[in-house]
Every structure is written in C-alpha cells, then in structure tokens.
C-alpha cells in the first residue's frame, strides 16, 4: 500500500475513532464498559503521546505548559 494511502487510512480511522469517543462521553455514564473500551482503544491505537517524533527535522508544534490549579486533585473536576 502507498504511504500517502496508509496515512490517509490511520488519519479516517482516527476520525471514527474520535467520534466514537465524543458520542460515548456525551451520553454513556463513564463506569459503562463500553465507553471504557472505546477510550483504551483510542488510547491504544491514536494516543498523541505515542506518535513518533523525527528529532532530526525541526518541529513546527507549538506547545503550550499549563499549571494545575491548587486544591484540585482530580482532573475530573
């Protein structure tokens, strides 16, 4: 398969997987086992933090560090 292809394939697959996400949160109650699947599997195949990073090419990411706010614990609230 072409490269151009297969990133075109991972970037619909993402896209599904995404909406997936987007619908199970606005609905689906977060102990529901199906809402947990479609979270470990986004996380497992599209997780931000696993893509590769060519740290012989400058990046044109702009990153942005934010600060936890005190007495929050859990990032839920």
Known sequence: MKPEVQKEKELEQEYWHVKALEISCKFLPSECPLFNHILLSY???????????????????????????????????
Do not use: A, F, W
């Not at 996380?43 to 696993?50: C, F, L, N, T, V």
């Not at 590769?52 to 044109?60: A, G, H, K, L, M």
């Not at 990411?61 to 859990?74: H, Q, S, Y």
């Open 43 to 77: 996380s497992k195949h599209h997780d931000p933090s696993m893509q590769r990073i060519d740290e012989d090419q400058e990046q044109e990411d702009v990153i942005t560090v934010l600060k936890p706010l005190r007495g929050i614990e859990n990032s839920k609230y």
